[in-house]
């Protein structure tokens, strides 16, 4: 578990974002093992306080992996993300002032992976999916999706 804070001084008058408070963050995590299976997770979040309007002033992640040592050698894995980002914005009112209000953007993945190691050779395969990777908001989601193989030789 960590916690920070960073004090920040608002110099608004020369930036371009006005920043309402100190920079803070934090992440806790666990992790559990049962015999050949793992399960861990964490959360955290960062609030930057940016005030400007459409800068991003806030962003939550909570992942969760579950891993299987099927024996020494080999391994199978999954996992899940989840990542929040809230953006300020102003609208006006029926009062006719200005307020703030924070659009949503959610960023979705999740992974598999296989490793296989036997003396100094590695053998591994992640193929990862995830969803509105560009945080949109008003516009369509934008998908990604990777394949990664490897191997890996020790001497």
Do not use: C
């Not at 992640?61 to 300020?88: C, E, M, P």
């Amino acid at each position: 578990m960590s916690v920070s804070e960073t004090e920040q001084t608002d110099q608004s008058k020369t930036l371009t974002q006005d920043l309402g408070g100190d920079h803070q963050e934090g992440v806790v995590g666990l992790q559990f093992a049962f015999g050949p299976v793992e399960l861990g997770g964490q959360i955290s979040a960062e609030r930057l306080r940016t005030q400007s309007v459409n800068s991003t002033n806030y962003y939550a992640n909570s992942s969760w992996g579950l891993a299987f040592n099927i024996n020494d050698d080999l391994s199978v894995s999954y996992s899940q993300a989840r990542h929040l980002q809230t953006k300020t914005k102003k609208k006006a009112t029926d009062t006719g002032r200005t307020e703030a209000q924070s659009p949503k953007s959610w960023m979705r993945g999740d992974s598999i992976q296989v490793a296989y190691t036997v003396g100094g050779l590695g053998l591994k395969y992640a193929a990862t999916d995830y969803d509105n990777v560009a945080y949109g908001f008003d516009s369509a989601a934008t998908p990604r999706k990777a394949q990664l193989v490897a191997l890996s030789l020790a001497f």
